[in-house]
Every structure is written in structure tokens, then in C-alpha cells.
């Protein structure tokens, strides 16, 4: 069994096709190692293969974790946060329903930072996801859970969200593969929306050649989803050997900035890697970019203010006994429903966007992300990609930063500037480094962002790094393959 | 103190008549069941999004048409912040600062703008106060949640309670010859609200302005904004000056009621809708949207009137009854005389007749050409007018061809002169009393040897020969 859940995604799949593996045996093995989580990565799993209306009766390609943002028809879905507690919705999110009829059955949906604030998935209202590499750790967030789930060994791969960089930086620090797609490429039709504008599925695999695979599977446009598009050609399978004639630009107005410095020898390293396979190192200028976690702060709690203004506990969900009118129903549903990083959020976005303060905060937010996006596209007139680590630090201590949201916030400080512009970015395991206060050794992710709808160009300079750096260390119990 | 004039603007709110709702796929209905036409996406289950309806977009574009308003090369929807049981997603998808229509004209009145929305659930609220507040429970059907709608906005022309109301009219027969909405005020697909004030006659600048709701038939309307020009009028006459507040027209006992609740110092919090992309309609739509215009109210009696020397209210009748105007112009074409005694039977003499037979336009026998031909033989004095009429309650009920049932029924006008003149001759000898009159100057008591004589004839002489006759017999 253990060589069984060594496969990888594809993998198994080629294993499959050959007639070598057997789907369903396959999905059952995956279903019992799912029920040993320890992690508290799971808030829901599959027990039996019965999952009701999201149920796929023959698989023919591995299971998959489902972060628990994605609406799943009949199967509960909480967005981390006590005021979903008991919903069951009545349809399925796009992403989902096309892995389903991909053949891929699904393992159990994964724990998250409530409503995907948060960096640590310490926000959960279901208590926090250990990392599987040091379980006084956190596995980064929001999408904690999947990130777990697949470097713990308790899912082959799984799908998440990033709004500012919840799949990239708990992929770095659970050191696996995490890729945020172009905005657009992916619908967002079924994932419950925390910022409408920046939100973006994407998937969190062992590898490259993985990721490749779930993005052909998820990628698309969807009637149901406006702002969808799709890409313009459905990814194939990287295969790209060397990075020759590739320019790889280093944004020195993030890279300037004080960071750990064992992620910073791990980026070094990873540069002077890419120069052995070929590739070309430049600096660009991102000038805007730093101000990135600034605007992002605004612009994400704005409309999350408003997508989370639907919980009043009049339809669905939680509702808090009130013996009062409905202002009050409303406001002990939420005063109970809601946690304090969510309640937090609400307040700054609904300041922001408050008559007399539009335009000095939202307002100008959007000039500013307009400028980064600006920055992006001159950069890429330069390089082929941009690169930078994925997060300032290895896995930090549980409770290290829940006192200090603005440390908290700047977790995202390397990922927020690519989701402000809507391009494509990746993080892939780059090495092993000390956590600044010392002890074992925690993975280290390196980010490549591209420009908009490049991801096939993307993953074939990710696959063929990937390769050069041959990074295979596993937490301690979990089968490499 | 110099006299207040009425300022008066309104919103009008139009239930578009999409087959499906503004942003899902839920059908439109009314008077269905509570809750029978919902969907993930119009109750705001978390994670759904909105898709706008093509169909809705295309009837705001022949609105716009219609409106004669500069349409935006590209408009954008904004989220309306509030919370409220009627609003699932607790905002209310809506045009803000770049509507789909700006500036237009109906009449001679401006539009300011026009914009697409959605509309809010409907509430039913148990118990005496018949609000949120106070009632016992409150009830939500989310049929009528996220129906299209478009909002127009008219500048601050209109001078008084009538002419709102009668212009209110003309727009909402424009709209519903469009065929975009039932335009039904009492169902509540046709809304009107007026913002209300009133300033020193001749002043430029506006007083404050109230908000007038809740005035469901035109009546109403005009009863409301009557009302609430009288309250502000009597409050700045005694020295007080008007609050900005929104009223509710209660038609029972027309009082005004300030309405709290809902808006409770509101700010919306407006910000682009980040779910949906940009309306930048196609030179093909707005090309569409042109060439399905009818011709509407206001061009007809403008038609009417200037080429066809009708009187404005015969044009205004006709214009506002596409059906009656089109029987007009096609009886127009089929006759030999002019359009004033065309357009004056169809108004008059027809609508008489349709009514005394109780039978609906639709269903009358009479055809175009049948009462063209009946109008001629009128005109040309080959029957009598009041004969005329008689043959019109036959075709009215049976249709058929005039002249038949004028010889079937001996109706023909009595053209020999000499047997006209015996009649007249005994009419006057069976009425002395009235001959000694006329002869005395007493024009009035010639009516009495005409009515003789048209009862002798059974209406089959000419009233103006008759008369020629009666004075020539007497010399008078």
C-alpha cells in the first residue's frame, strides 16, 4: 500500500491506463490513509465512497482534497467558520463538478483559515491544521488543510484557493507544488467568495507534471462565471529539460526587503540553479510592488465585507437565538458566527468603502494595484518570468503570529503583488532551511510568476527547475516516490 | 410672500418581462406560490455568481430608444450595500455612476438617466403594523427577488400633481407598446416615486426635495404629490421649512407617513461589482434596439397633430390605444374624405357603438374598409348621420357592407327636394305654436319641427337641408 500511495498523481493515472492499477483499489487506499489524519487537515471525509450527489462511481483518476471553500452538493461545506456550521449546500462548485466528471472521487474537504483569511489556518473555526513536517508548526494558509493533506501523505493532491497567496505559501511551507493561475482561467462559480477579484482555485500537488494535470482538468470557461475565460490552450504535460534562453528577473524592490536567512540562501541557491540549466538572471524593477500588502489589505476586506454580508442567518446556516427584531437576529448571528479575523476584516472593509473614505482608501488601492499590474507588464517586456521565495519564512510556531495581524499579513508579502495583477504564479520546493530561531529543517518555496495566460510556458520552466533542484525530502512517515 | 411653484421629478421603476430573472436562470412569474421560482444563485447560497440576462439588457437598450437617451459605450454594475431580509446577498446589484442610459427626453420632459438593477424579494409582514417593525413575524417570498428592472429618472420638470400624472401615463404606454414589461401598477411591474419640492415661482434654484412612495395607480399619483405640495406649501407659508425625508402615501385617507426603518441613515457603500464584466453593447444591438421601436405616443400625436390637423386630445386618444390608432389609419386610408371625420368616428361614433354593444375592439365585426365606406356615404350625404350610426351598431355586431344595409334597411338619405319639402311642409302645419315662434325671432324652437320631421323620415333627412326649409317655408 505504502508503494501505492508513493505514485504520484499521474503516475497513477499512466498506471491505471496500462491496466496496472486498479482506480477504485487505488481511491479505497487513499480513503483509509485520509482516515488517519492527525494533522486535523480533513473537517469532512468520505468514509465509505458514498458521497451522495458528489459521489463518482468509477474512478479513473486519483482522489482528490477538496478544500473546504468549494461548495459540494449534500456534503457539508463551512469555509472554516462556525456561522456555515451544519450547511449542506444544494449544488456543486464548477472546479469540483469537473473533477468529479473527471473521474476523480473525492477524499473529504480540507480545513482552511475561516472564509481564507488567514496565514497560519490558525483562523479556523475548527481548531488549526498541524504541519506535517513539525506539528507545533503551522502549515501556512488559508488553504492549510490541502496543503497538508498532500504533503502529510493524506491525499494525492487536492485543489485550494489564493486570494493573496493561500495556495502558494502553504505549499512553500509544506514543501509541495502550489499553482495560482491567471484570474479567470479557473471559475470561481460554487467557491464561496472572500475577494471576488482576487480569488483564484488552483491545485496543490507532489509536482509539476501534477499540477499540469489538474490544470487541464480545471481550467475553462464557465457560463456560470462572468469573469471566467479560460486559457487559451488546454495545458500539457511539461517537458522541458534546461531553462536555455529563459530570463529569470529578480524584483529587487521586494528581494531588497529583510528576510529569513535561511529562505534567502535557499533563493540564492535556486538562482545560481537556474543559471547551471541555462537560464538567465536579471534584476527588474517592481516599483509599486512593495506597497502591494497595503492595497491588498484594502481591496480584499472591501469586498469581503460585502460577499460576507450574506450570512444573517435568515436562510442558511447558523442563527442565533434572538428574542429581539431582525437587526438584532443579524447581529448576534454574526457577533456568534463570525471569528475575530473575519470580524476584523468586515470592519476595515466596510471603512474603506464608507461614504468619504472611498476614494482615499478603495479608490486609491485600485490605482495602486492598476500601477503593480503596470510594473508586472514592463517587467515582462524584460524576462520571461519573475521570481522571488514564496514566503519571508520556513513554517512558523503555532500561536508565533496570531498577536501581531500586521506580522501576519506580511506572510503574504512576496505572493499578494501577483494576485493584485492577475497573473499566473507557482511555488515549487526549493530546499530545506533552519527556522530563524533555529532547529530542524523546514522546506523552503521558490515563486516563478509568468504573465497572464502564460502557465503552459510557466510549468514547463517550473518542471525543468523542478528537476535541476530534485528536491525529495518528505516528512518523516510519508511514502516518496 | 410670491406663489411656491411645484418642482416635481420622478423614478419610475419598470419590471422588465425577461423570461428568466436578472442574474440566474429562475422564470419570472406572478402571483405563483411563495418560493417556487428560486435558485442557488437568487437566494445567495455562498460561492454562487451572477450572469447577466442578455434579454434584459436588450429591452433597456429599446427603453433607451424609446427615451431617446445617449446610450454608454460601456456601463458597469455596482453593489448597493444594506442589510434587510428582502436583499439575500445583502446588496443589491445596481447601475451607479455609469448607467447604461443617460440623457433623454419624453415629451418635453428630460430624463436624467436610466439604469439596470434587480429587484428585492417581496415581504409580507403579520400583524397590525404591516412593517418589520412591530409585526408579529415577517414573511419572504423570493419569487419576485432579482426580477430585471430598469429605473428611469427624470429631471425636475414637471410643474404640478396633473401633469406628473399624465405624463407618468404616456411613459407607461410607451414602455408597454415596447413590449419590455406589463407595466401593471397595481402588480407592481410598473412603480412610480416622485421627488418633490417647491420654490418661489421663476427661481432657479431647487427647494429641498422630498421622496414620495407607495402610490400604486395614477390616481394615486397625482393624489400624493397633490398632497405633499399642499404640506409643503402650508409649512413654508407658516414659516417653516421643509426636511429631506422619504413619505409613504397612505390612499385610504391620503395622509403622508415618514418611512423609517429599511433606511435608517443609510450608507450603501457603493463599489464596483467585482462578479460581473462590463455591458458594452454591439453597434448591432443598439442598431436592433432602434429598428424595433414603434412608433410611440409621442411621435404619433405629434404625427397627428402637425399632419393630420387632429385636435390634441383626438391625437392623444388615439396615440395612447395602438389598436385604435392603427384601425384609424388603415380606415383613413380606405376612405375618401379627410382625417378629421375619420379620427372623429373612430374616437367617437365607434367607441359609442362598441360600448353600447359591450363588445371589445378585438372582437367588433366592423372593418376598416366597411366603416371608411360607411364615413363616406355619411359625408356625401347619401345617408344621414344619425342613419349612419344605425348602420354602424349593424356592422359593430355583424359586420357587412354599408350600402346593403342601407337599401335593406331603407336608410338612404331622402335626396328628391320636392318630397323633402312637402314633409317639411306638414311638419310645420302639425306645430303652430313652434312656427309662430320662429317666425317671432326664436331660433331654439326650430329644434321642435326638425325632430318632427326626422321621426316622420325615420333619420333619413338631411338635418341642415331641413333646416334651410323650415326657415325658407317660414321666411325667417
Not at chain 1, 27 to 44: P, S, T, V
Not at chain 1, 350 to 365: F, K, V
Request: net charge negative.
Amino acid at each position: 500500500m505504502t508503494e501505492l500511495l508513493a505514485l504520484t498523481a499521474l503516475g497513477a493515472h499512466r498506471a491505471m491506463a496500462a491496466g496496472d492499477l486498479d482506480a477504485g483499489e487505488y481511491a479505497d487506499a487513499w480513503r483509509r490513509a485520509a482516515a488517519g489524519d492527525e494533522l486535523n487537515a480533513y473537517l469532512w471525509r468520505d468514509e465509505d465512497g458514498d458521497a451522495g450527489p458528489v459521489a463518482v462511481e468509477r474512478p479513473s483518476i486519483a482522489p482528490i482534497a477538496v478544500k473546504d471553500i468549494f461548495c459540494t452538493e449534500g456534503v457539508p461545506t463551512t469555509a472554516g467558520s462556525r456561522i456555515l456550521e451544519g450547511y449542506e449546500p444544494p449544488y456543486t462548485a464548477t472546479a469540483v463538478r469537473k473533477l468529479i466528471e473527471a473521474g476523480a472521487p473525492i477524499l473529504g474537504k480540507t480545513n482552511m483559515d475561516e472564509f481564507a483569511m488567514g496565514s497560519s489556518n490558525e483562523n479556523s473555526a475548527y481548531g488549526p491544521v498541524l504541519n506535517p513536517w513539525d506539528r507545533e508548526r503551522v502549515p501556512g494558509g488559508s488553504s492549510g488543510g490541502s496543503a497538508a493533506a498532500v504533503a502529510g501523505g493524506l491525499a494525492p493532491w487536492a485543489i485550494g484557493t489564493d486570494t493573496g497567496g493561500s495556495i502558494r505559501q502553504p505549499a512553500a511551507l509544506c514543501g509541495i507544488v502550489g499553482l495560482k493561475p491567471t484570474y479567470g482561467a479557473i471559475s470561481r462559480y460554487g467557491m464561496i467568495a472572500f475577494a471576488s477579484s482576487l480569488d483564484q482555485c488552483g491545485p496543490f500537488t507532489r509536482d509539476v507534471s501534477d499540477a499540469a494535470l489538474m490544470l487541464a482538468i480545471l481550467q475553462g470557461q464557465d457560463p456560470c462565471d462572468s469573469t471566467s475565460v479560460g486559457l487559451p490552450k488546454s495545458p500539457s504535460l511539461p517537458d522541458r529539460e534546461d531553462l536555455t534562453g529563459l530570463r529569470f528577473g529578480v524584483p529587487s524592490d521586494l528581494t531588497g526587503h529583510d528576510f529569513d536567512a535561511g529562505v534567502r540562501a535557499v533563493f540564492e541557491a535556486t538562482l545560481e540553479k537556474i543559471q547551471e540549466l541555462g537560464g538567465e538572471i536579471d534584476t527588474v524593477s517592481l516599483p509599486h510592488a512593495e506597497h502591494g500588502i497595503s492595497a491588498y489589505y484594502v481591496i480584499a476586506p472591501a469586498e469581503a465585507s460585502s460577499n460576507l454580508a450574506r450570512y444573517d442567518g435568515v436562510r442558511y446556516g447558523m442563527r442565533a437565538p434572538s428574542s429581539g427584531d431582525v437587526i438584532e437576529m443579524y447581529e448576534q448571528t454574526r457577533a456568534q458566527g463570525f471569528g475575530a479575523e473575519v470580524k476584523r476584516r468586515i470592519m476595515l472593509g466596510t471603512y474603506a468603502l464608507s461614504s468619504g473614505y472611498y476614494e482615499a482608501y478603495y479608490g486609491q488601492a485600485q490605482k495602486v494595484r492598476t500601477k503593480i499590474a503596470g510594473d508586472f507588464k514592463s517587467a515582462f517586456d524584460q524576462v520571461d518570468f519573475v521570481v522571488t521565495p514564496t514566503s519571508p519564512s520556513v513554517a512558523f510556531k503555532l500561536g508565533e503570529k496570531t498577536a501581531d495581524p500586521l506580522s501576519m499579513y506580511l506572510n503574504d508579502f512576496f505572493t499578494v503583488p501577483m494576485s493584485l495583477a492577475g497573473i499566473p504564479a507557482i511555488s515549487i520546493p526549493a530546499g530545506l532551511a533552519q527556522p530563524a530561531g533555529g532547529g530542524p529543517e523546514l522546506p523552503v518555496g521558490f515563486q516563478i510568476a509568468a504573465p497572464a495566460f502564460a502557465e503552459q510556458k510557466l510549468l514547463g520552466a517550473a518542471y525543468a527547475l523542478e528537476q535541476g533542484i530534485g528536491f525529495d525530502a518528505r516528512p518523516e512517515g510519508v511514502p516518496n516516490g | 410672500m410670491a406663489e411656491l411653484e411645484a418642482v416635481i421629478g420622478l423614478e419610475i421603476h419598470v419590471q422588465l418581462a425577461t423570461k428568466t430573472k436578472m442574474f440566474c436562470g429562475c422564470e419570472l412569474s406572478f402571483g405563483d406560490e411563495p418560493n417556487v421560482h428560486t435558485c442557488p444563485v437568487c437566494l445567495a447560497h455562498p460561492g454562487v455568481l451572477p450572469v447577466i440576462n442578455e434579454q434584459a439588457v436588450r429591452f433597456a437598450l429599446q427603453i433607451a430608444a424609446a427615451l431617446e437617451c445617449e446610450v454608454a459605450p460601456r456601463s458597469i454594475f455596482h453593489r448597493k450595500n444594506y442589510f434587510y431580509p428582502d436583499s439575500p446577498k445583502a446588496y443589491q446589484i445596481s447601475q451607479y455612476d455609469i448607467p447604461i442610459a443617460g440623457a433623454g427626453r419624453l415629451g418635453d420632459i428630460r430624463i436624467h438617466r436610466a439604469h439596470l438593477e434587480e429587484d428585492a424579494a417581496k415581504m409580507i409582514h403579520v400583524g397590525e403594523s404591516g412593517r418589520i417593525h412591530g409585526s408579529g413575524a415577517s414573511l419572504v417570498d423570493f419569487n419576485r427577488g432579482g426580477t430585471p428592472l430598469v429605473e428611469i429618472v427624470t429631471e425636475p420638470d414637471l410643474r404640478s400633481a396633473a401633469e406628473a400624472a399624465s405624463w407618468a401615463r404616456l411613459l407607461r404606454e410607451t414602455v408597454r407598446q415596447l413590449g419590455v414589461s406589463d407595466v401593471n401598477m397595481e402588480e407592481g411591474s410598473l412603480r412610480v416615486d416622485g421627488n418633490i419640492s417647491v420654490r418661489p415661482a421663476g427661481s432657479d434654484e431647487l427647494g429641498t426635495k422630498t421622496e414620495l412612495k407607495n402610490m400604486n395607480s395614477f390616481r394615486f399619483l397625482e393624489r400624493g404629490i397633490e398632497a405633499e405640495l399642499a404640506r409643503q406649501r402650508d409649512l413654508i407659508e407658516a414659516g417653516g421649512t421643509v426636511e429631506q425625508e422619504t413619505l409613504h402615501f397612505h390612499p385610504e385617507d391620503g395622509s403622508l407617513h415618514p418611512l423609517r426603518s429599511k433606511e435608517e441613515a443609510h450608507d450603501y457603500r457603493y463599489f464596483p461589482e467585482p462578479d460581473l464584466v462590463t455591458i458594452a453593447p454591439t453597434e448591432a444591438m443598439l442598431r436592433e434596439a432602434r429598428e424595433s421601436l414603434p412608433e410611440l405616443p409621442a411621435a404619433r400625436i405629434e404625427r397627428y397633430t402637425n399632419e393630420l390637423g387632429l385636435a390634441p386630445d383626438i391625437a392623444l386618444t388615439l396615440a395612447t390605444d395602438p389598436l385604435r390608432a392603427q384601425f384609424f389609419e388603415q380606415t383613413l386610408k380606405s376612405s375618401d374624405v379627410g382625417a378629421i371625420p375619420v379620427a372623429n368616428w373612430v374616437t367617437g361614433e365607434l367607441t359609442a357603438a362598441l360600448r353600447q354593444a359591450e363588445i371589445d375592439t378585438e372582437e367588433a365585426k366592423v372593418t376598416a374598409t366597411s366603416l371608411a365606406a360607411l364615413i363616406d356615404l355619411v359625408q356625401g350625404k347619401k345617408i344621414s348621420h344619425g342613419s349612419g350610426k344605425t348602420v354602424l351598431a349593424t356592422l359593430v355586431a355583424e359586420g357587412g357592407d354599408p350600402a346593403e344595409i342601407v337599401d335593406r334597411e331603407g336608410l338612404a338619405q331622402i335626396s328628391d327636394s320636392g318630397e323633402l319639402e312637402s314633409i317639411v311642409a306638414a311638419a310645420i302645419e302639425a306645430n303652430p305654436d313652434a312656427a309662430k315662434q320662429i317666425k317671432a325671432g326664436n331660433g331654439k324652437a326650430i329644434g321642435a319641427i326638425v325632430g318632427f320631421v326626422m321621426k316622420q323620415t325615420k333619420g333619413r333627412a338631411d338635418g341642415g337641408e331641413v333646416n334651410r326649409l323650415i326657415k325658407e317655408q317660414l321666411g325667417a
